[in-house]
Protein backbone atom coordinates (compact mmCIF):
# COMPACT_ATOMS: atom_id res chain seq x y z
CA UNK A 1 0.00 0.00 0.00
CA UNK A 2 1.73 3.56 -1.26
CA UNK A 3 2.02 6.14 1.35
CA UNK A 4 -0.51 8.06 -0.38
CA UNK A 5 -3.05 5.54 0.11
CA UNK A 6 -2.72 5.31 3.79
CA UNK A 7 -2.88 8.74 4.33
CA UNK A 8 -6.56 8.98 2.35
CA UNK A 9 -7.54 6.02 4.48
CA UNK A 10 -6.31 7.75 7.34
CA UNK A 11 -7.76 10.87 7.03
CA UNK A 12 -11.54 9.08 5.83
CA UNK A 13 -11.26 7.19 9.06
CA UNK A 14 -10.82 10.55 10.97
CA UNK A 15 -13.72 11.84 9.25
CA UNK A 16 -15.93 8.78 10.08
CA UNK A 17 -14.73 9.10 13.55
CA UNK A 18 -15.51 12.37 13.66
CA UNK A 19 -19.26 11.92 11.95
CA UNK A 20 -19.46 9.51 15.08
CA UNK A 21 -18.52 11.72 17.75
CA UNK A 22 -20.76 14.82 16.49
CA UNK A 23 -23.56 12.45 16.24
CA UNK A 24 -22.86 11.28 19.59
CA UNK A 25 -22.81 14.50 20.97
CA UNK A 26 -25.86 15.38 19.37
CA UNK A 27 -28.06 12.54 20.33
CA UNK A 28 -26.31 13.61 24.29
CA UNK A 29 -27.83 16.82 23.83
CA UNK A 30 -31.58 16.07 22.59
CA UNK A 31 -31.74 13.73 25.68
CA UNK A 32 -30.20 16.70 27.88
CA UNK A 33 -33.06 19.17 26.46
CA UNK A 34 -35.58 16.47 26.69
CA UNK A 35 -34.83 15.79 30.33
CA UNK A 36 -34.69 19.27 31.19
CA UNK A 37 -38.40 20.50 29.46
CA UNK A 38 -39.84 17.64 30.82
CA UNK A 39 -38.59 18.51 34.43
CA UNK A 40 -39.74 22.25 34.33
CA UNK A 41 -42.82 21.42 33.20
CA UNK A 42 -43.69 18.50 35.52
CA UNK A 43 -45.43 19.35 38.95
CA UNK A 44 -43.09 18.13 42.23
CA UNK A 45 -44.67 16.05 44.39
CA UNK A 46 -44.27 16.12 47.68
CA UNK A 47 -45.46 14.19 50.27
CA UNK A 48 -45.24 14.72 54.06
CA UNK A 49 -46.52 13.73 57.53
CA UNK A 50 -46.59 16.17 59.87
CA UNK A 51 -46.91 15.35 63.83
CA UNK A 52 -50.28 17.25 63.42
CA UNK A 53 -51.80 15.27 60.91
CA UNK A 54 -52.69 11.29 60.97
CA UNK A 55 -52.21 10.92 57.01
CA UNK A 56 -49.53 11.87 54.39
CA UNK A 57 -50.23 15.96 52.74
CA UNK A 58 -50.07 15.20 49.16
CA UNK A 59 -49.00 18.29 47.10
CA UNK A 60 -48.58 18.30 43.53
CA UNK A 61 -48.28 21.74 42.34
CA UNK A 62 -51.37 23.99 43.38
CA UNK A 63 -53.25 20.60 43.99
CA UNK A 64 -53.95 19.57 47.58
CA UNK A 65 -55.58 16.40 49.10
CA UNK A 66 -57.92 16.24 52.20
CA UNK A 67 -55.60 15.71 54.63
CA UNK A 68 -53.87 19.47 53.93
CA UNK A 69 -57.49 21.32 53.90
CA UNK A 70 -58.69 19.06 56.89
CA UNK A 71 -55.75 20.19 58.87
CA UNK A 72 -55.53 23.66 57.94
CA UNK A 73 -59.30 24.25 58.57
CA UNK A 74 -59.08 22.53 62.17
CA UNK A 75 -56.09 25.23 62.61
CA UNK A 76 -57.94 28.09 61.24
CA UNK A 77 -61.26 27.21 63.28
CA UNK A 78 -59.02 26.84 66.71
CA UNK A 79 -57.37 30.22 65.94
CA UNK A 80 -60.83 32.03 65.04
CA UNK A 81 -62.97 30.35 68.01
CA UNK A 82 -60.63 30.90 70.91
CA UNK A 83 -59.80 34.72 71.12
CA UNK A 84 -59.52 36.85 73.92
CA UNK A 85 -58.19 40.64 74.29
CA UNK A 86 -54.78 39.83 74.90
CA UNK A 87 -54.39 37.89 71.49
CA UNK A 88 -57.12 38.85 69.42
CA UNK A 89 -54.41 41.18 67.57
CA UNK A 90 -52.38 38.58 67.02
CA UNK A 91 -54.97 35.97 65.62
CA UNK A 92 -56.11 38.44 63.34
CA UNK A 93 -52.72 39.40 61.77
CA UNK A 94 -52.29 35.34 61.49
CA UNK A 95 -55.10 34.38 60.12
CA UNK A 96 -55.73 37.54 57.28
CA UNK A 97 -52.51 36.07 56.17
CA UNK A 98 -53.73 33.61 54.44
CA UNK A 99 -56.56 35.16 52.98
CA UNK A 100 -57.32 35.12 49.13
CA UNK A 101 -56.20 38.93 48.12
CA UNK A 102 -60.73 39.07 47.49
CA UNK A 103 -61.65 37.54 50.72
CA UNK A 104 -59.06 40.01 52.31
CA UNK A 105 -60.14 43.26 51.02
CA UNK A 106 -63.77 41.97 51.84
CA UNK A 107 -63.56 41.62 55.50
CA UNK A 108 -60.11 42.69 56.60
CA UNK A 109 -61.61 45.55 58.28
CA UNK A 110 -64.67 44.00 59.62
CA UNK A 111 -61.74 41.85 61.33
CA UNK A 112 -59.96 44.90 63.05
CA UNK A 113 -62.98 46.44 64.12
CA UNK A 114 -64.02 42.78 65.68
CA UNK A 115 -61.00 43.01 67.08
CA UNK A 116 -61.21 46.15 68.86
CA UNK A 117 -64.41 45.73 70.26
CA UNK A 118 -63.08 42.19 72.31
CA UNK A 119 -60.42 44.15 73.24
CA UNK A 120 -62.76 47.19 74.48
CA UNK A 121 -65.42 44.85 75.78
CA UNK A 122 -62.77 42.21 77.67
CA UNK A 123 -64.29 39.95 75.50
CA UNK A 124 -63.38 36.08 75.94
CA UNK A 125 -64.37 33.69 73.71
CA UNK A 126 -63.82 29.94 73.18
CA UNK A 127 -64.33 27.25 70.50
CA UNK A 128 -64.25 22.67 71.67
CA UNK A 129 -64.37 20.45 68.32
CA UNK A 130 -66.92 18.06 68.11
CA UNK A 131 -65.98 17.15 64.51
CA UNK A 132 -65.49 17.96 61.09
CA UNK A 133 -66.43 16.83 57.60
CA UNK A 134 -64.70 17.63 54.34
CA UNK A 135 -67.42 18.34 51.05
CA UNK A 136 -65.54 16.78 47.90
CA UNK A 137 -68.03 17.29 45.65
CA UNK A 138 -68.40 21.56 47.24
CA UNK A 139 -64.62 20.66 48.78
CA UNK A 140 -65.78 22.69 51.65
CA UNK A 141 -64.17 21.61 55.32
CA UNK A 142 -66.81 22.11 57.63
CA UNK A 143 -65.77 21.88 61.52
CA UNK A 144 -68.44 22.16 64.38
CA UNK A 145 -68.35 22.05 68.56
CA UNK A 146 -69.09 24.57 70.82
CA UNK A 147 -68.81 27.93 71.30
CA UNK A 148 -68.54 29.83 74.64
CA UNK A 149 -68.71 33.68 74.39
CA UNK A 150 -67.88 35.19 77.97
CA UNK A 151 -68.32 39.24 78.90
CA UNK A 152 -67.12 40.83 82.19
CA UNK A 153 -70.41 40.11 84.52
CA UNK A 154 -72.39 38.16 82.50
CA UNK A 155 -73.43 34.64 82.03
CA UNK A 156 -71.72 32.42 79.45
CA UNK A 157 -73.26 32.25 75.97
CA UNK A 158 -72.76 28.97 74.85
CA UNK A 159 -74.06 28.01 71.42
CA UNK A 160 -73.66 25.38 69.09
CA UNK A 161 -71.09 26.43 65.93
CA UNK A 162 -70.09 25.29 62.98
CA UNK A 163 -67.16 27.19 60.86
CA UNK A 164 -66.64 26.46 57.00
CA UNK A 165 -63.68 26.66 55.11
CA UNK A 166 -62.51 26.22 51.15
CA UNK A 167 -58.86 26.21 51.65
CA UNK A 168 -56.53 26.42 48.35
CA UNK A 169 -53.25 25.66 47.86
CA UNK A 170 -50.61 28.22 47.57
CA UNK A 171 -46.61 27.24 46.92
CA UNK A 172 -47.24 24.59 49.41
CA UNK A 173 -49.17 27.11 52.14
CA UNK A 174 -52.62 26.94 52.45
CA UNK A 175 -55.21 30.00 51.11
CA UNK A 176 -58.31 30.29 52.37
CA UNK A 177 -60.73 31.53 49.16
CA UNK A 178 -64.17 31.07 51.70
CA UNK A 179 -64.42 31.26 55.29
CA UNK A 180 -68.20 31.34 57.02
CA UNK A 181 -69.47 30.44 60.19
CA UNK A 182 -73.09 30.14 61.73
CA UNK A 183 -74.98 28.70 65.11
CA UNK A 184 -75.77 25.22 64.51
CA UNK A 185 -74.34 21.85 62.57
CA UNK A 186 -73.30 22.56 58.77
CA UNK A 187 -75.77 23.47 56.35
CA UNK A 188 -76.44 21.49 53.82
CA UNK A 189 -74.47 21.98 50.43
CA UNK A 190 -77.14 22.15 47.99
CA UNK A 191 -78.20 25.42 50.85
CA UNK A 192 -75.04 26.60 50.82
CA UNK A 193 -73.57 26.40 46.91
CA UNK A 194 -74.45 29.63 45.93
CA UNK A 195 -72.58 31.17 48.67
CA UNK A 196 -69.55 29.35 47.75
CA UNK A 197 -69.27 31.06 44.10
CA UNK A 198 -68.43 34.33 45.30
CA UNK A 199 -64.96 33.41 47.18
CA UNK A 200 -65.09 37.44 48.96
CA UNK A 201 -68.41 35.69 50.75
CA UNK A 202 -68.18 38.03 54.18
CA UNK A 203 -67.95 35.96 57.23
CA UNK A 204 -70.47 36.37 60.15
CA UNK A 205 -68.00 35.52 63.09
CA UNK A 206 -65.92 38.72 62.37
CA UNK A 207 -69.43 40.81 61.99
CA UNK A 208 -70.54 39.56 65.54
CA UNK A 209 -71.18 42.65 67.93
CA UNK A 210 -71.04 41.92 71.43
CA UNK A 211 -73.40 44.76 73.31
CA UNK A 212 -72.87 45.69 76.93
CA UNK A 213 -74.45 43.08 78.49
CA UNK A 214 -72.37 40.41 77.02
CA UNK A 215 -74.84 39.60 74.46
CA UNK A 216 -73.94 38.31 71.03
CA UNK A 217 -75.84 40.30 68.27
CA UNK A 218 -75.07 37.47 65.39
CA UNK A 219 -73.87 39.81 61.96
CA UNK A 220 -75.32 40.18 58.82
CA UNK A 221 -74.04 39.37 55.24
CA UNK A 222 -72.78 42.48 53.47
Same mark, same amino acid.
Given at each position: ?8 ? &? ?5 ? +? ?36 ? +? ?15 ? #? ?52 ? +? ?16 ? #? ?8 ? &? ?5 ? #? ?40 ? +? ?19
Amino acid at each position: MSFATQVRE &SFSQAIA +SRNIMLLSNFILVVIVLFLFIKTATEDVRVVAIPPVFR +SEIELVGDQANSTFKQG #WAIHFAQMIGNVSPKNVGFVVDHVTGYLSPRLKKAIESSMTKAALSIQTRRIQR +SFVIDDLHHNLNSDIVYV #WGQRTTQAPH &SKPLVER #WTYEFKIASSNGMPRIVHQDNYEGLPQRSEMRSNKVVDDAYL +SKDVADVVDANGNTKKGTDQ
